[in-house]
């Protein structure tokens, strides 16, 4: 398993975009699927991208062509920029990693971060 930090949450006005930073510590991040999930309040939490080990990426309907995931395995860092936010974007976002794509998307990856708040105002 790796340990993640997650930074670069915020407020933001609608329209605007925001970086979200997800460190990784431990041995064999490379050989792990990431991904970033978000929970709004009051709904379940949801996967919004995700990574694989050969940098194979995925989105939810609701963030394509807006956000963007990417992964540096030097730095053991994966990315989400997110442009062209909107009030619906607000929430929790966490970091996950998994060296199983299927725990991952299943929403039981073996590592967890722990959350960083976006919120869009309108």
């Known amino acids: 398993q790796v340990q993640l930090v997650e930074s670069g949450g915020g407020l933001v006005q609608t329209g605007g975009s925001l970086r979200l930073s997800c460190a990784a510590s431990?041995?064999?991040?490379?050989?792990?699927?990431m991904g970033w999930y978000r929970q709004a309040p009051g709904k379940q939490r949801e996967l919004v991208a995700h990574?694989?080990?050969?940098?194979?990426?995925t989105y939810a309907d609701s963030v394509k062509g807006r956000f963007t995931i990417s992964r540096d395995n030097v730095k053991k860092t994966v990315y989400l920029q997110m442009n062209s936010l909107k009030p619906e974007d607000t929430g929790v976002y966490y970091c996950?990693?998994?060296?199983?794509?299927?725990?991952?998307?299943?929403?039981?990856?073996?590592?967890w971060g722990q959350g960083t708040q976006v919120t869009v105002s309108s």
């Open positions: 996950a990693a998994d060296t199983s794509l299927g725990r991952l998307v299943a929403g039981t990856p073996g590592s």
């Open positions: 431990g041995s064999m991040f490379s050989a792990n699927a």
């Open positions: 990574i694989t080990s050969n940098s194979r990426t």
